[in-house]
DNA sequence: TTAATTTGCAAAATCGATTGTGCAAATTTA
DNA sequence: TAAATTTGCACAATCGATTTTGCAAATTAA
């Protein structure tokens, strides 16, 4: 049990060599520095040994490097950021880094905060998840020569990588059109979008899927089939509950945006009998394992969190920070 | 758009003064250290006019302390962990310190390479959530002199703040047992407990409690009706299914033991009429929001992520190592 | 008025690593 | 054998903060 940690100069006197020696056999400059290969393989023994590890602090100030590698995302439990969080650190892991993920909460001071912090600890690179207000976040890295990337919310500033909405929303109409029982013709006016908010590029690219699909199909609908009617789950069960009424029964394809809508439409499900929820072809744009154990189907698409961040560690390490916009085709998940 | 970091040696000479006087007239130390008010208001202004962030590694270095808090859990991706996790995030940045989260996958050895890591970075404390090797954890923090504290899986070396599985568990019981239409004497052997792992503190504390409550309430029961066939989902639909036919029916009540078994039993009930579903009372040791959003009623038990973690940072600010073992009470969410 | 305090701050050492420079000793070349 | 080159390493500066020490000048006490 050592009480004070060794450091360089402890391993220095017990090798009989001096401190900058003991660095550069550990950190494998010895080559270079020209360093016996006997003397290094002596000193590394000797680290071993003395359970030797590095002040990472010391280090980083050293090279104006951390090897902290950060992302901020909105939250933690929702399963698309964390499925986000999960592949970030094993990539930064794998590459001898240590992760570290904040979650601001969609508030865009404490985007700007917690992001300051990050640059007063010289992180070396930043994954920026679902980001409020991408352009000031931008400027800010650039200002302190951070790399970074966007995911999920892009930025005309700097890197992204987003999921390709236009495509995945057309995929999934498509399907739910071809899975009803019923004709294209009898389908005129049948299909609703619920949920999610058509200020955002996110929702407003699945919109524009979702219509371009319908038209491509010979489908009518008209605005008041799209209710982008926000993300929380309560509100879009009320909407439902509202369409419901007014049509005396539900739709005979219903697109719901994003998994909270999601909650609140299988809350308002829940209270009407089975088999008038089975005539309702139901897709959502989100994807959540309990979905497809429902008693009804529930077809789901699910962003590819893992290539998501696996193209973005790609422009880190490539791209020199030119802005350019990647689309991630994401998959239908079929009961 | 500055190039070069603002340190305190530029402010320093900005306001014709030392970098020692900046020093304490920006962390707060000038009272102390004589400075006057004046001074200090002086320094204060300019750095902010010369957008001064403080170089977090020279300061970790010089105080052995780095701000970050780490935490270390099996995988982002859960509820319950992630959210220890934004409840985590939330009262370290409460603190004004920066969390640090890394997923271990329930692997030793990662474990102990990631908390080694950690220390090498001088984190000032650490949450240890789900270890699998608590012992060798708590004996390498020890070592290094970092302070630590276990949620969810106790360690007895170390402060460890756990839910109180036999309380949950018991009152989840009664909870169905009452909920069953069936009367005690009717509902002898048909009680049964599904999933988990028996060589786990956790588990086993709640099939205590689940024992010792079927006693209490006279229902007869046998070492069979007790099934901890560990977290896989596909694992536990299969013996639901073998249970469903040796008896030739669902049992009037299941309590099953992790949200992953019940996904797999979820499964199976999804390829039964629903009024058979709905004759077995049906609880869960975890919990998913879209348990309550099913067709037959589900009773949950919820562990309560923020209070744990509130618990376990009040240990490290307060309880200066010694080993405690503190029970949270989860609660029961009725459908 | 002189001695004793107090006030206000600068100087310098320090944390633990990295890296440019320089200098003997060993080796090669002429 | 002497000169030129290479090898192997130590020394010292440096990163940007914190903190101990010390010393004038200002203030108070005697």
Same mark, same amino acid.
């Given at each position: 049990?050592?009480?004070?940690?060794?450091?360089?100069?402890?391993?220095?006197?017990?090798?009989?060599?001096?401190?900058?020696?003991?660095?550069?056999?550990?950190?494998?400059?010895?080559?270079?520095?020209?360093?016996?290969?006997?003397?290094?393989?002596?000193?590394?023994?000797?680290?071993?040994?003395?359970?030797?590890?590095?002040?990472?602090?010391?280090?980083?100030?050293?090279?104006?490097?951390?090897?902290?590698?950060?992302?901020?995302?909105?939250?933690?439990?929702?399963?698309?950021?964390?499925?986000?969080?999960?592949?970030?650190?094993?990539?930064?892991?794998?590459?001898?880094?240590?992760?570290?993920?904040?979650?601001?909460?969609?508030?865009?001071?404490?985007?700007?905060?917690?992001?300051?912090?990050?640059?007063?600890?010289?992180?070396?690179?930043?994954?920026?998840?679902?980001?409020?207000?991408?352009?000031?976040?931008?400027?800010?890295?650039?200002?302190?020569?951070?790399?970074?990337?966007?995911?999920?919310?892009?930025?005309?500033?700097? @890197? $992204? /990588?987003?999921?390709? !909405?236009?495509?995945?929303?057309? %995929?999934?109409?498509?399907?739910?059109? #071809?899975?009803? =029982?019923?004709?294209?013709?009898?389908?005129?006016?049948?299909?609703?979008?619920?949920?999610?908010?058509?200020?955002?590029?996110?929702?407003?690219?699945?919109?524009?899927?979702?219509?371009?699909?319908?038209?491509?199909?010979?489908?009518?609908?008209?605005?008041?089939?799209?209710?982008?009617?926000?993300?929380?789950?309560?509100?879009?069960?009320?909407?439902?509950?509202?369409?419901?009424?007014?049509?005396?029964?539900? @739709? $005979? /394809?219903?697109?719901? !945006?994003?998994?909270?809508?999601? %909650?609140?439409?299988?809350?308002?499900? #829940?209270?009407? =009998?089975?088999?008038?929820?089975?005539?309702?072809?139901?897709?959502?744009?989100?994807?959540?394992?309990?979905?497809?154990?429902?008693?009804?189907?529930?077809?789901?698409?699910?962003?590819?969190?893992?290539?998501?961040?696996?193209?973005?560690?790609?422009?880190?390490?490539?791209?020199?920070?030119?802005?350019?916009?990647?689309?991630?085709?994401?998959?239908?998940?079929?009961?």
């Amino acid at each position: 049990m050592k009480i004070q940690k060794i450091t360089i100069y402890d391993i220095a006197q017990r090798a009989g060599a001096s401190a900058s020696t003991v660095s550069s056999a550990l950190d494998g400059s010895w080559k270079k520095r020209r360093i016996s290969k006997k003397t290094a393989e002596r000193i590394q023994e000797i680290a071993v040994q003395m359970d030797f590890t590095i002040n990472r602090q010391a280090q980083g100030l050293r090279k104006a490097k951390s090897g902290l590698v950060g992302m901020i995302l909105p939250e933690h439990n929702n399963r698309f950021f964390s499925d986000l969080s999960q592949s970030f650190a094993g990539e930064v892991r794998q590459r001898g880094n240590c992760p570290a993920i904040i979650s601001t909460r969609r508030n865009e001071e404490e985007e700007l905060e917690v992001v300051s912090n990050f640059i007063s600890y010289a992180i070396d690179a930043l994954f920026i998840v679902g980001a409020t207000n991408p352009i000031a976040l931008s400027k800010l890295c650039k200002s302190a020569e951070l790399p970074h990337v966007f995911v999920d919310q892009p930025c005309e500033l700097a @890197p $992204s /990588i987003v999921t390709d !909405n236009y495509f995945g929303a057309a %995929e999934l109409t498509n399907h739910l059109i #071809s899975f009803s =029982p019923k004709s294209n013709q009898e389908l005129s006016n049948q299909v609703y979008f619920l949920g999610g908010d058509a200020t955002l590029p996110a929702s407003s690219r699945r919109i524009d899927g979702f219509v371009d699909t319908l038209n491509n199909a010979g489908i009518g609908f008209t605005q008041s089939h799209i209710n982008a009617c926000g993300y929380d789950r309560d509100r879009a069960g009320k909407e439902l509950n509202k369409l419901y009424a007014q049509r005396g029964g539900l @739709p $005979s /394809i219903l697109l719901i !945006n994003s998994i909270d809508c999601f %909650e609140g439409a299988l809350k308002f499900f #829940s209270q009407l =009998p089975e088999e008038e929820v089975t005539k309702c072809t139901i897709g959502c744009f989100d994807y959540d394992p309990f979905g497809i154990l429902l008693r009804f189907p529930v077809h789901m698409i699910r962003q590819r969190a893992n290539k998501l961040v696996k193209e973005a560690y790609d422009c880190i390490e490539n791209n020199s920070g030119e802005p350019i916009l990647k689309l991630i085709k994401p998959e239908l998940i079929i009961p």
